[in-house]
């Protein structure tokens, strides 16, 4: 193949991912934009023990510390107070006197302001401000904790068995008539991790054929989450109102829009968990195949245009260098 043939092949090619990538990056850019992932915001931690919310002050102080000695483990209780509102926690660790604030506590305890949209409510970051800013949704604190259950040791094995850990979430806000009021969320690693395994496939069955097979295979699907991480007992509070769900629906559009409404309304819960979990010690994400997911033809589509255009530029490239083909013949 001479250096001019060279050279065309590889004009031809790279003209030819020019156009796949000109098709294919625009729809891939609003597939990800428009993609429903849930939207949750969470503000800046404070390390502060004490602060002011909504006019009046947060004070989250020491009540017991035991740095455990023997069989008997470290662990350190805290009390929160604001505006009447009192509740204890306690953590399987004892708090290091040498860091100021909540950083005692490391990745035990978190404190952050945080904002959860309505169901079904999508937009990205952009669209989650504006609804902050204009006061749709109002900002409420968040006070996550990471456990460990009864006798676990937090210096060996209980650093370890991310499963058994529990989680237990805060949150001071004020309700529809401005009165002060909380909630306590309690879960646990497992019951998180089927919970965004739950959600991000219930949102690829909206681009998928699990419509067409009803309830009845979305209920399939669903079971490979169940049996890939094994029966939890106390799993059985998330599962019992999938399959309630699941029941009372007929068609696999209305069965993904009630499942989206039920896990949706958790996954912030699934966030929160992350800010007390170690990073190395995360959950996998499904965020990611979500995303490859919901790109549907034009990830493929694009991926073979790069790898088209590189070739062509090889090519165009190779053309300029000199070979014994392209000298003149003499005699």
């Known amino acids: 193949m001479t250096s001019r043939t060279t050279r065309y092949i590889g004009l031809l090619l790279g003209a030819a991912a020019l156009v796949g990538l000109g098709i294919s990056m625009p729809e891939m850019l609003t597939r990800l934009e428009n993609r429903a992932v849930p939207m949750v915001w969470f503000g800046e931690a404070t390390d502060r023990m004490s602060f002011e919310l909504l006019g009046d002050d947060v ?88 456990q460990l259950p009864e006798g676990f040791d937090p210096e060996t094995w209980g650093k370890v068995r991310r499963k058994a850990w529990h989680y237990r979430f805060l949150v001071l806000s004020t309700d529809a008539h401005g009165h002060p009021a909380s909630r306590v969320i309690k879960r646990n690693y497992g019951e998180m991790q089927d919970l965004t395994e739950a959600l991000f496939l219930s949102l690829d069955f909206e681009h998928g054929s699990a419509l067409k097979g009803g309830p009845d295979r979305i209920a399939g699907d669903l079971a490979k989450v169940r049996k890939a991480h094994g029966v939890r007992p106390n799993d059985a509070d998330l599962w019992s109102q999938v399959d309630a769900v699941l029941a009372g629906t007929s068609t696999g559009e209305q069965a993904v829009a009630r499942l989206r409404v039920l896990l949706e309304d958790r996954f912030w819960q699934y966030q929160a968990m992350l800010l007390v979990t170690p990073k190395l010690q995360h959950p996998r994400t499904k965020v990611v195949d979500y995303g490859i997911s919901s790109m549907g033809w034009t990830w493929p589509v694009a991926g073979a245009s ?4 590189t070739l062509g530029v090889f090519l165009v490239m190779s053309s300029w260098v000199k070979r014994d083909d392209d000298l003149p013949v003499l005699g």
């Open 306 to 309: 790069a790898l088209a255009l």
């Open 59 to 146: 004070t989250i102080e020491t009540l017991e510390v035991a740095q455990g000695s023997g069989e008997a483990h470290p662990f350190t209780r805290l009390g929160v107070s604001w505006k009447g509102i009192e509740h204890e926690v306690e953590i399987q660790q004892a708090e290091d006197e040498r860091l100021p604030g909540l950083l005692r506590y490391g990745d035990w305890v978190k404190v952050v302001p945080m904002a959860v949209p309505p169901s079904g409510e999508v937009g990205g970051q952009p669209r989650l401000m504006e609804m902050l800013g204009s006061g749709e949704i109002a900002p409420e604190l968040l006070i996550a904790v990471r």
